[in-house]
């Protein structure tokens, strides 16, 4: 039997391998995967059941309302935003989200609002410090040029969003010998 079902918590390519590889382990024969949905072919021997536990026992959930599956696919479509940098936003985060989703940003924002208990641009500016964060590990950048890539227009900005979100300066995580990054399924 052809199923496809939407799962919460799947935020990277290592998240589709895990679950690639355990519901093939289980029996079941993925015929696509992708960041938040999967399609099966479910033999016999699985039942909802044993789905629910294989997701659990990894980290994810099953989606089963409309508000969820509508909130998933947000935080999917701004984390692959994020995946490909520099950031090249050419319109309001609102118009692209309607342009994905093909939803009235009203609808998606209530939503999202409601469920989350913040708002979408609240929760992109998370998203994008997880990434600052990221790339001052990485090394390869400075601060102006991490402002750069994730299309700040100052890196004052930056700066300011930065310290709001951790409490600390750009500077004072970078000196840091521990990260203190937030995983991507965790943020709200």
């Known amino acids: 039997m052809i199923r496809e079902i939407f799962v919460k918590n799947m935020v990277c390519n290592r998240c589709i ?23 099966l072919d ?11 536990h294989i997701l659990k026992e990894n980290g994810f959930l099953l989606i089963d309302t409309p508000e969820q599956l509508l909130v998933e696919q947000v935080k999917i479509e701004l984390i692959k935003l994020l995946q490909h940098l520099p950031l090249q936003l050419y ?3 609102s118009v692209y989200l309607e342009n994905k989703m093909c939803q009235d940003y009203s609808k998606i924002s209530k939503v999202f609002s409601y469920t989350e208990q913040v708002t979408v641009e609240k929760y992109f500016i998370k998203l994008k410090i997880e990434k600052v964060k990221e790339i001052i590990q990485i ?33 004072a995580y970078k000196s840091q010998y521990k990260s203190f990054r937030n995983s991507l399924d965790k943020i709200v």
């Open 91 to 93: 319109e309001n985060l």
């Open 42 to 52: 479910l033999k016999d021997a699985m039942d909802k059941n044993k789905l629910d």
């Open 17 to 39: 391998k895990v679950l690639k590889d355990e519901l093939s382990q289980a029996g079941a024969k993925v015929i696509e995967i992708e960041l938040g949905r999967i399609k």
């Open 139 to 171: 090394q390869e950048y400075n601060f102006t040029e991490i402002g750069q890539l994730l299309d700040y227009s100052h890196i004052n900005h930056l700066s300011s969003q930065f310290k709001n979100e951790t409490g600390m300066s750009m500077s």
